[in-house]
């Protein structure tokens, strides 16, 4: 399991803290959420996404959450996500 906090700075979700990691290996902290994962909007429209997305290599089950100040804009997110490659009955058993 990953998590990321995103902040949105000029219309980008940039991400602040991740355990997730590039395809080279790098952290992906900086990096930015790509406008065309079909969370960007939901994001930007003060929704939640969740679905599966590819980020990275990876196609993984993911949700994204907005951040919202007191005047209810979006000023950054949560996301967590499970690389589908898991074996899922594992993690069942883990947590049984």
């Known amino acids: 399991m990953d998590c990321t906090i995103f902040d949105l700075k000029d219309g980008e979700f940039v991400?602040?803290?991740?355990?997730?990691a590039k395809e080279s290996g790098e952290s992906a902290e900086g990096s930015l959420l790509e406008r065309?994962?079909?969370?960007?909007?939901?994001?930007m429209n003060r929704g939640c996404y969740v679905g599966t997305v590819k980020l990275f290599g990876n196609e993984v089950d993911a949700c994204y959450s907005p951040?919202?100040?007191?005047?209810?804009?979006?000023?950054?997110?949560?996301m967590v996500?499970?690389?589908?490659?898991?074996?899922?009955?594992?993690?069942?058993?883990m947590t049984d």
């Open 36 to 43: 065309q994962n079909p969370a960007y909007k939901a994001l």
């Open 15 to 20: 991400r602040l803290h991740t355990s997730l």
């Open 67 to 78: 951040l919202l100040n007191s005047a209810g804009d979006v000023t950054g997110a949560l």
């Open 81 to 93: 996500c499970l690389d589908k490659s898991v074996d899922v009955d594992l993690i069942k058993k």
